[in-house]
């Protein structure tokens, strides 16, 4: 038996993301008194046996992926004669692009209930619970998966990444023959903005009461010296101040970073259920009546133009 | 073209979440309820477009539910489908709902759609599923969708960026903001929708691979802490010391 979690690569290292579902399939191996074994698909410049201090035994990588990565049908196909292979009692996807995509498919491929969005070691006092996000981070839902095998999808910053010790895992290299696709992918795009917003760890981002996409250089100066992403609401977006993809929201992009940093967003509950799942949340604003407030956990009530340029100076001299 | 559009009831964006019945149901108590907002604004409104370029194509709906649900299948007439299928199911656990769907989506159908996710159980997982079950095609978090020489061109999100793919027929596509804009239907659509074929059936047989035990509220938020205007350089101070956040 084994817990076999899936590690994604950008830019060739693994994503922190990952670390983190590392962490929560070590944990679940625990439990389970099983070894957590990852799975690293594509090229990567990582001596990825270093991965074993998060608690792994074992690093299968598959160098050679095709278009796994863009066809859920190759790479689902590939995931489970791995899951079979290593008889996997869980397999631990990030709810991440990939995890949506493929873990469903895999849930009917290998008969094995599937959660999307836990957000905590599962209960196993009583049956196999995992606590999940429902009603977009207004509440959440326990629950049970009765099948054998048990695929859970863990959202960004919901567990902590923990090295256990320097013990190197075992690195096996994988030869499995990927299957022709028959999608045919004309045109890969790379949306710009240092940090993407799905990964980001911090996140500043705009409102309408920042009065134009002109005033937008001071949430890029203070996401920059934060090494944050940058976003937006949605009548920005709307009114084409800001590029759609980084429209947070309802629906927009979901958002769960450690830190996010609302300027001159009023705090719609749409645009609330987009970014509740923040670990910190800031709201500069200049009205004391907007709603955001109530959702905060630090909060300035005041002019954007005043306050910010102090802010950014002060996050520079942190050094 | 034979297109399956996905619809599922959940609350309005608005709605208080609270639950009963020692936190093992929802709470509809003075809760309006639609048409989850991915499956109408981007699935089912991309393919009324379709068809109103090519008006040869058939849209079905489909909702997994009890008659309550009737109401939003209506709507979804009204905005444009041609025949609702509606299958007697209150079951909430994504495999059962995938299987149902499938059993109907098996016949003839070139395009399934669904909405990226439903607002209440945030699954994301019918669209993917009911393409195992099949063995089709699978684009998930689609932003658009064209139909060029028998094939589907579809822009989707992919990491840090977008892919443009072009797909076979039969496929299965989950849809997100950048499909389409948002439509209220017209007297007419409301008009016609009354007599549209709304086909009720009971579900097949299914496994259900999970259950809800119940649910929880977040803890409560322990209140804002203001910062003065004149000092925003202590909100930096803070977020490095209390929250650690930086």
Redesign the interface.
Known sequence: MSVIIIAEL?EKKIKKQSLEAISYGVAIANQLGTDAIALVMGESDEILSSIGKYGLKKVIHQKQIGTML????LA?KFIAEICNQYQAAAVVFSNS??G??????????L???????AVKLPDTTNGF?V?????????????????PIKIISLNANAFEIIQQSEAPAELIESSIEIGTS??????????EGSV?LADAD?VVSGGRGLKGPENWGMIEELAQA?GAATACSRPVADSNWRP??E?VG???VAISP??YIAVGISGA??HL?GVNRS??I??INSDPEAPF???????????AF???P??I???KN?G | MKILVCISRTPDTTAKISFIDQNQKFNPDGVQWIINPYDEWYALVRAIELKEKDPSTIIHLINIGNNENEAIIRKALALGGDEAIRIESNSDDPFFIAQQIASVAKDGYDLVLTGKETIDHNGSAIGGMIAELLDFNYISLATKLDIENGSAVVGREADGGEEKIIAPFPLVISCQKGMAEARIPNMRGIMAARTKPLKVMDAVQSESFTSINGFDLPPAKAGVKLIPADTPELLVKLLREEAKAI
Request: proline share 1%.
């Open positions: 950008s863009s066809d859920n049908k689902t692009l990939l949506k995509a493929v873990a469903p498919r895999l849930s009917v491929k008969r094995a209930g599937l959660v999307t969005g619970n606590r999940k996000s429902v009603f977009s981070g207004k509440a959440f839902a326990d629950v049970n998966i009765k099948t028959t999608l045919n992918i004309i045109e890969t795009k790379k949306n993407s911090r934060l759609h993809h429209h309802q629906t927009g450690n830190l509950i749409q259920a670990k910190t800031v709201v407030f109530k959702a905060a956990d630090y909060g300035i009530v005041g002019d005043q306050v910010m102090k802010i100076e002060a996050v942190l």
